[in-house]
């Protein structure tokens, strides 16, 4: 990491590199490096150098690479991003530790439960730094909702309802690829249920799920899901040819409480920075009426997920999301699969 050289220098920068070209990278999270004071984009790979080097040229990186080996190589890098083809977070998440680098990797951070150990094992072993990326976990109405939880605001949480559907049609996208962990429940579902665990702050115990698979593609392009956490229940849609075919999806959450709900209408992913609100009903609300608002500016969600990821590097006391989340979430992912398969619940294990 690079470090000041006197007194009155720039403070420290953690310096990033990131693997791939991948449009998630190029739109989303490198223009947001230049906007995180703490983060300072040093160098891109592309399996194609004359790739790297044109995303190099039009971003700003000072160095490009033509394989992610070579990126991994450089010693001043100090955090890598992983935005490849979900079938390739692991391999790659663990040779960029293994090189000594932390890593911030793109969701869903595997397609099997069981690897998420091995990912365990590895940061354990070389003690680096690695999360999943879900950059909706950085916007302030996410800090302000585990706030009035913890406060009992809306009272013990009794159920939480959501949807997150937007049109994925192009057959060359990876989405589409089942193989590669596309689909509607890989893709969007990792968001819904990392906002399920955070909100009941546990795993379901069992879960049942209905799917429909597009009949050329493979992949589900529709899966309804309840999930049963005991004293609590949880349900949401997520669909890849449904809504809107627009930059952005369409979603909404809302959480019933003993005693009063809470209701966002922009949760999850924010492909533009935009506008939101937080609604908040009390025991003595009218049908939908909220009691109290709270309405957020557009905030980039990247640049404030590199900025607190960066600071956590440099020592200071952030929030930090362990990938035994992830553990959890893809566990619940596949009992989804088999129940869909077997027309039954199924049940979670500890």
Not at 65 to 79: K, T
Not at 120 to 149: C, K, M, S
Not at 211 to 216: E, N, S
Request: a negative charge; proline letters at 6%; glycine letters at 8%.
């Amino acid at each position: 990491m690079t470090r000041p050289a006197a007194s009155g220098a720039a403070p420290p920068t953690v310096r990033w590199g990131v693997l791939s070209t991948a449009m998630i990278a190029t739109t989303r999270t490198i223009p947001a490096m230049a906007q995180a004071p703490s983060a300072t984009l040093l160098a891109i790979a592309s399996r194609r150098r004359d790739q790297a080097e044109l995303a190099a040229r039009e971003l700003g990186a000072p160095r490009a690479y033509g394989s992610y080996d070579e990126l991994l190589g450089d010693p001043e890098v100090d955090a890598v991003y992983v935005p490849l083809p979900n079938d390739l977070h692991v391999e790659w998440a663990v040779r960029a530790m293994e090189a000594g680098k932390h890593v911030l990797c793109e969701k869903p951070l595997c397609l099997r439960a069981s690897d998420v150990a091995v990912l365990r094992g590895v940061r354990d072993r070389t003690g680096r730094h690695i999360e999943e990326a879900f950059g909706f976990r950085n916007h302030p109405q996410w800090y302000e909702i585990a706030a009035l939880l913890r406060a009992g605001t809306i009272g013990a949480v009794r159920s939480l309802q959501a949807t997150l559907a937007k049109q994925f049609l192009d057959p060359d996208d990876i989405r589409n690829d089942p193989a590669r962990g596309g689909g509607a429940l890989y893709d969007l579902g990792s968001y819904v249920l990392a906002a399920c665990n955070a909100v009941f702050g546990r795993g379901a115990r069992r879960v049942t799920a209905s799917m429909d698979h597009d009949p050329d593609f493979r992949i589900d392009r529709l899966t309804t899901a309840m999930l049963d956490y005991g004293d609590a229940h949880a349900t949401f849609t997520v669909a890849t040819q449904s809504g809107p075919d627009s930059w952005a999806t369409h979603q909404q959450l809302t959480v019933l409480g003993s005693t009063g709900w809470l209701r966002c209408d922009f949760p999850f992913a924010h492909a533009r920075p935009t506008a939101c609100r937080l609604e908040i009903g009390d025991a003595g609300s009218v049908g939908c009426l909220p009691t109290r608002t709270i309405g957020y500016e557009p905030v980039d969600q990247y640049a404030l997920q590199i900025e607190r990821f960066s600071r956590r590097l440099l020592g200071e006391a952030v929030p930090a999301w362990p990938i035994e989340d992830a553990a959890v979430t893809l566990t619940t992912i596949e009992a989804l699969f088999r129940s869909a398969r077997a027309g039954r619940w199924e049940d979670i294990p500890d």
